[in-house]
């Protein structure tokens, strides 16, 4: 069977309503590969592998819902119900909620079993109503298949308001992950942030 970590989770999905393995078989692989690539990758803040496993095992074997029993990881800016949802910021450091955001509820609804991820935020200077912002954003750091961006707001003075860096994964056409095309790669590197104006 191909190496689960790099199908998509339509595919993951299918395999699972054809009984090509089971959800608790999915979920301790994605929790395996977890543990391989995190210790270089750094991207989750949280994980309750005996809930997920929990949740894959409460997974019916006649679900026919297209997502059901696929793991799925959830921005740490967004409240899951017991997890760590700090945004990355320091100044809410540990913090947790005791309810699962709109669009967690949808997920689960669709039969996701839900894991945590992270990114970092810090706050500068202050912004205040009618302040011209910038936001720059650039690639600042890239690994096999994933990549660091770097979210800078500033004021107009040139104070920074934020800085945020959030860690992703590249995918194929297909949604699979896959390692970045070297030309793209050195454009994103040595080019210009990308800016865009912002007013409140």
């Known amino acids: 069977m191909e190496d689960l970590a790099h199908l998509s989770a339509v595919e993951l999905g299918a395999l699972l309503r ?3 393995l089971t959800p608790v078989e999915l979920v ?6 977890i543990e391989a690539v995190e210790p270089s990758i750094g991207a989750f803040v949280d994980l309750d592998a005996e809930r ?6 409460a997974v019916s074997a006649d679900d ?3 997502f059901a029993g696929v793991p799925i990881a959830v921005k740490a ?3 899951v119900a017991g997890l760590i949802s700090d945004h990355g910021s320091r100044l809410l450091h540990e913090q947790r909620f005791d309810y699962d955001a ?6 689960r609804e669709a039969g996701f079993v839900t894991l945590q991820i992270g990114h970092h935020l810090e706050l500068g200077a202050p912004a205040r109503e009618g302040d011209e912002l910038a936001i720059e954003s650039r690639l ?8 660091v961006w770097r979210h800078r707001v500033r004021r107009a003075d040139g ?3 934020a800085v945020d860096d959030s860690r992703g994964a590249f995918l194929d056409s297909h949604g699979r992950i896959h390692s970045a095309p070297e030309r793209m790669l050195v454009a994103l590197l040595a080019g210009p942030a990308a800016t865009a104006g912002a007013a409140t």
């Open 52 to 57: 997920a496993l929990e949740q894959a095992r």
């Open 77 to 79: 800016n967004v409240p």
């Open 64 to 66: 026919r819902r297209v």
């Open 102 to 107: 709109y669009v967690v509820r949808r997920m």
């Open 18 to 20: 054809e009984h090509q």
């Open 28 to 33: 301790e692989s994605t929790l395996r590969r």
């Open 140 to 147: 600042v750091e890239v690994r096999r298949v994933s990549g």
């Open 159 to 161: 104070a920074v308001v």
